[in-house]
């Protein structure tokens, strides 16, 4: 079992920054990718960046060049800088988990709402 927490979210005007944790817990050796994903009111849970355990990292157009995803091995955690943030980036963000390369992100934490400022 593998558990997940995040922390790191807030209200910030538009063109600030926030940083996003996601703190895992459990069998975290098991891990072999984490995602951040979000979910604005009335929409779909999106993704919005994942980092495996090779170090590669996919990002959503949407935020491509505004965003960072990026992990601390030692503290089990992984991260995501939030640059240039923009009212449209207002949701809960989730992390996930996933412990095989083809399988699904069947671990989550419960969230962390950012809201931006116009």
């Known amino acids: 079992q593998v558990q997940l927490v995040e922390s790191g979210g807030g209200l910030v005007q538009a063109g600030g920054s926030l940083r996003l944790s996601c703190a895992a817990s459990?069998?975290?050796?098991?891990?072999?990718?984490i995602g951040w994903y979000r979910q604005a009111p009335g929409k779909q849970r999106e993704l919005v960046a994942t980092?495996?355990?090779?170090?590669?990292?996919n990002y959503a157009d949407s935020v491509k060049g505004r965003f960072t995803i990026y992990r601390d091995n030692a503290k089990n955690t992984v991260y995501l800088q939030m640059n240039s943030l923009k009212p449209e980036d207002t949701a809960v963000y989730y992390c996930?988990?996933?412990?095989?390369?083809?399988?699904?992100?069947?671990?989550w934490g419960r969230g962390t709402q950012v809201t931006v400022s116009s």
């Open positions: 996930g988990a996933k412990t095989s390369t083809w399988g699904t992100f069947s671990y």
């Open positions: 459990g069998s975290t050796f098991s891990i072999n990718a």
């Open positions: 980092i495996s355990n090779d170090g590669s990292t």
